[in-house]
């Protein structure tokens, strides 16, 4: 069953790097070391270079096929359980991998395994007709459009750029929203979500700024660069919600930055954080936000005099 | 933490064990009262919250209600904060003196129980502090509540005022508005042929983002049926369980023949709920969508694909 | 302990509440009535009728907006110009 377990050390492709350095501009990466890097990945499909694809899925499914039949399983839902198993057993021993290998694998071949596209791992199909530009507006300048909506610039600066007026804005933002109702597989929102992070790249929006200060530039450039600051605004925002303010406006208010622009920074940490899965990296950045949020919460409680049940004691 | 067990001495824990007797006594008892404190607390908190959300909730003049929103969330943030006080004392006071004694002594038999039961006794008011707790909760989240029907007869009669009030631009002719629009349109002037905008009210243009709450509330007794259908399924299950467990023990053929002909009753009540959950759901979903159509008639195509996917989704 | 605490305390909570602004939401343009307008060719002044097309002005060829109309909700290909 075991293929040719060990691929060749030459020439291997590093596209696991751990995602230690979560930087957004910064092209360092982090040699956070992997115990599994024996291994060489294709970096499109992020199968083990060491076997055939057809042979994995060959494998997969005369495994599972044979546990179905045994257990006589008959429900849909059931079935897709069966395959996920197997699918994850088959990759775990013939690439002798962690888990998060295999969730970095699994949520690259999303769409493939479950239906269902996956942040940071999803491409335009363009044959896809939810996906077909409506009057003349692909969904990456919807998402562009939205994202400095969402950070306060004025809609006619916006209408100007792209050529449209507020009549087919209204349409835009009806069709573009039911579109993505409608797919099953999520792919409309989750490129909306990638390209939402990508709307300060957008040629047509190059002209256009954010009316930020000069602090809040500062700021937002820092939260792109420092991961630590964003899961610091993040846990703030949550406790700012959580002591009756708008955790938005507290933002603005503090740092001077809009929730388009911090929301479309979130997109791109969401992003990498897909791609380049690990465990540790994730808990840890959780733990720290967790440990700011519990910091800001107290200072707001100290703001209003306290929480309502502080006096009761054990 | 607890530095009066450091002494402690493993081969000789029948006169140490009164020590730490006390101990657990005294936690419990002081937990007993701080939940019976905490939970006087809470109440307050939420009969005071509930009438003053209910008002803000209703207050016409704040349309987006970002009032209410921030007063709810900052009052689930204190339900959380009471919460999380009881989940932290829970832990500390009681499951780490239960494990620190347990570590320390090895209490067997007797004082093994008297230790067990003093966890178990503190779970089950733990317990009931998370349903009371979970009862507030959902009276608190029961203010976020808004009848649907109520925007949208405002939207009529809007509609009904207006549809018939305004001239073309150009030339003056009367332009009627055909139906309730939510987003701007092109009309056209049938006298002079400009193109006219007409851009509805703010109040008209939520009519798209309320369509399905209102539809939803439409359908709330078709949604309330297929619960109630879902929920017997795991309600006959558990009435099973306990009946097949005794038949284990039963000797009697008589009284075996009986319970087997419960169960096979129950299970028979089970079958039906797994057939007609399925069916209930699509009955619902059929309601909740013609409705949801009939408030937002442009957007017909667009919700049968989705009444389609949801449709497609359900295993029978 | 204070008696009144907690209703004090939703006091204090529905003032901050209430005397916040709200992220994005300006409440006095917040309910705007619903209106007809009519807008002329800004270069040449004629007016917009129905078979010219909505991309373009129909006398001095002016554009309107940049964009090919594909068919929307109630914007339609055939409300293209055609210059």
Known sequence: MFKKLFGSNTGKEEVNQNAQNQNLNSDETNDFDSEYEETEYDPETLHGTHYDVDDFEEEVERLAQAWIEQEDITSQSEINNVFFNYRRDVYMAWNQCDSDQYIRFDQRNSMAHHGIASMGNTVEDESNPLLAPVHGIALRDYAAICAKLGSGVAEDEIYKAFGIDATIWGELNTIWPARMAEDTTFSVSVLFGQYFGEADQHPKLQGIKTNLSEEGEANLERLKNDPYFYYELTGARQAAYEYGMDGAQWILDNFGIGLGDFQSVAMKYMELQNQNFDSNVVLHYHEYQDEKQAEYAEKFAAEQGGNVADDVEF | ?316 | MDEKKPLSFIEKMKLKAQSQKSYGIDESFAFKEAKLDAENCPNCGAGRAKQDGLTHCGYCGHEFIAITLTDGLFLKKEDNSQH
């Open chain 2, 1 to 316: 933490m607890f530095g009066l067990f450091n002494k402690k001495d493993a081969d000789n824990n029948t006169s140490v064990s009164a020590e730490w007797l006390a101990q657990i006594h005294e936690n419990q008892q002081r937990f007993f009262d701080f939940l019976d404190k905490i939970e006087v607390r809470m109440q307050e908190l939420t009969d005071a919250a509930i009438p003053e959300l209910t008002e803000m909730r209703n207050n016409t003049e704040e349309s987006f209600k970002m009032d209410f929103h921030r007063m709810k969330s900052g009052i689930d943030g204190q339900m959380e904060n009471i919460r999380k006080k009881v989940y932290d004392v829970h832990d500390d006071k009681i499951l780490d003196l239960y494990h620190e004694i347990k570590h320390n002594y090895s209490p067997k038999d007797k004082e093994r129980d008297l230790l067990d039961t003093f966890r178990t006794d503190c779970r089950n008011r733990y317990n009931i502090f998370e349903e009371k707790y979970q009862v507030c909760s959902n009276a608190i989240n029961a203010t976020d509540y808004e009848d649907y029907e109520i925007a949208y007869q405002k939207v009529l009669d809007e509609y009904a005022a207006i549809k018939d009030k305004f001239n073309c631009k150009q030339c003056g002719s009367p332009i009627s508005i055909e139906k309730i629009f939510f987003i701007n349109v092109h009309l056209n002037c049938s006298a002079c042929q400009t193109q006219n905008t007409f851009e509805p009210s703010t109040q008209a243009r939520m009519v798209q983002h309320f369509a399905q709450d209102l539809a939803q509330q439409r359908a709330a007794d078709l949604y309330e049926k297929y619960q109630k259908e879902d929920e017997k399924e795991r309600f006959h299950y558990h009435e099973m369980h306990p009946l097949k467990l005794s038949l284990n023990f039963e000797k009697d053929s008589k009284i075996k023949a009986e319970v087997e002909a419960k169960i096979a009753d129950l299970e028979a009540k089970r079958q039906e709920s797994i057939k007609n959950t399925p069916l209930f759901r699509k009955e619902y979903l059929h309601k909740k969508f013609a409705e949801w159509k009939k408030i937002i008639p442009d957007l017909a195509d667009h919700l049968e694909t989705r009444l389609q996917n949801e449709l497609a989704n359900i295993e029978e």
